[in-house]
């Protein structure tokens, strides 16, 4: 099966910048979409960001327009999540999901998700 490891979460201030990557295995990376979630303390999981497999169309949260963009590279495997102007209430563990389907990574339902990697943005 597909697996995803997700990195370069860590510890940044208000205002700094992270970049989050996800490496995902498979011969057939270009043909998934790929979404980007996450989960804060106490809350529900939410949409940040997702791209199609040949990177030609993108989707962001109103939260995260203007400061996160997502790209990939297909020839290394890797989807990356660039996260600017960050703001304490971007703390959260931030997740990668894979799937066929565009809009089923939006709906929150993508066959294949990772482990998770923590971001905490300080004030």
């Known amino acids: 099966q597909v697996q995803l490891v997700e990195s370069g979460g860590g510890l940044v201030q208000t205002g700094g910048s992270l970049r989050l990557s996800c490496a995902a295995s498979g011969r057939t990376f270009s043909s998934y979409a790929v979404g980007w979630f996450r989960q804060a303390p106490g809350k529900e999981r939410e949409f940040v960001a997702a791209?199609?497999?040949?990177?030609?169309?993108?989707a962001y949260a109103d939260s995260v327009k203007g400061r996160f963009t997502v790209s990939r590279d297909n020839a290394k495997n890797t989807v990356y999540l660039q996260m600017n102007s960050l703001k304490p209430e971007d703390t959260a563990v931030y997740y990668c999901?894979?799937?066929?389907?565009?809009?089923?990574?939006?709906?929150?339902?993508?066959?294949?998700w990772g482990k998770g990697t923590l971001v905490t943005v300080s004030s």
């Open positions: 791209i199609s497999g040949s990177g030609g169309s993108t």
């Open positions: 999901t894979l799937d066929r389907s565009f809009g089923t990574i939006i709906q929150g339902r993508g066959a294949y």
